[in-house]
T-cell receptor, first 112, second 118 residues
Framework: GNSVTQMEGPVTLSEEAFLTINCTYTATGYPSLFWYVQYPGEGLQLLLKATKADDKGSNKGFEATYRKETTSFHLEKGSVQVSDSAVYFCALVKHNNNDMRFGAGTRLTVKP | GAVVSQHPSWVICKSGTSVKIECRSLDFQATTMFWYRQFPKQSLMLMATSNEGSKATYEQGVEKDKFLINHASLTLSTLTVTSAHPEDSSFYIC??????????????FGPGTRLTVL
């Protein structure tokens, strides 16, 4: 079945550090891939997405590239801020299918 | 666009009572809505999928008689937790998807409802 595996946290970084959160997926066919962010006490917000191989999603300084050869969609940011502290979820959904699968979530804490 | 709201944002109730949570798509027609449950520091677990005008499809292990889902219109779905008990305390999140002008399968999430059962 379809599944997402993402790097376990928690991750603690200093402000302006480089961030990588790994995400790999298992799916038949060609799913769409997403990163969602959840701030404390809130629902999920879409951070970025990619729908086909080699697409790069980007938003607010975050980037992730859809790598079919490695079945990965790692999230990166060159310089994190305290306000980036949140839980990040990698997710996939297959085309023509509403069934979205989430990774376990990675909690990021950025310290000043 | 693509805004989903939930009401209430938080609710506290006594054990044995029923609680209704509303999920609304504010600016699009939601042909399908999803209900998730999230325990502290855990990922989202899909509870059920509902299509407008049809009975909801529940995931394995989710009691359909306890978690009543109604999706009577293209903009509203409700989740009723019947005879709530403390173990039902959780964060409930809905999402919605439409069929026009969006990447198929993208879900738009509500802000969540925190339920605490005393």
């Amino acid at each position: 079945g379809n599944s997402v595996t993402q790097m376990e946290g928690p991750v603690t970084l200093s402000e302006e550090a480089f961030l990588t959160i790994n995400c790999t997926y298992t799916a038949t066919g060609y799913p769409s891939l997403f990163w969602y962010v959840q701030y404390p006490g809130e629902g999920l917000q879409l951070l970025l997405k990619a729908t086909k191989a080699d697409d790069k999603g980007s938003n607010k300084g975050f980037e992730a590239t859809y790598r079919k050869e490695t079945t990965s969609f790692h999230l990166e940011k060159g310089s994190v801020q305290v306000s980036d502290s949140a839980v990040y979820f990698c997710a996939l959904v297959k085309h023509n299918n509403n069934d979205m699968r989430f990774g376990a979530g990675t909690r990021l804490t950025v310290k000043p | 666009g693509a805004v989903v709201s939930q009401h209430p944002s938080w609710v506290i109730c006594k054990s044995g009572t029923s609680v209704k949570i509303e999920c609304r798509s504010l600016d699009f027609q939601a042909t399908t809505m999803f209900w998730y449950r999230q325990f502290p520091k855990q990922s989202l677990m899909l509870m059920a999928t509902s299509n407008e005008g049809s009975k909801a499809t529940y995931e394995q292990g989710v009691e359909k008689d306890k978690f009543l889902i109604n999706h009577a219109s293209l903009t509203l779905s409700t989740l009723t937790v019947t005879s709530a008990h403390p173990e039902d305390s959780s964060f409930y999140i809905c999402s919605a998807t439409g069929t026009s002008g969006r990447i198929y399968g993208e879900q738009f999430f509500g802000p969540g409802t925190r339920l605490t059962v005393l």
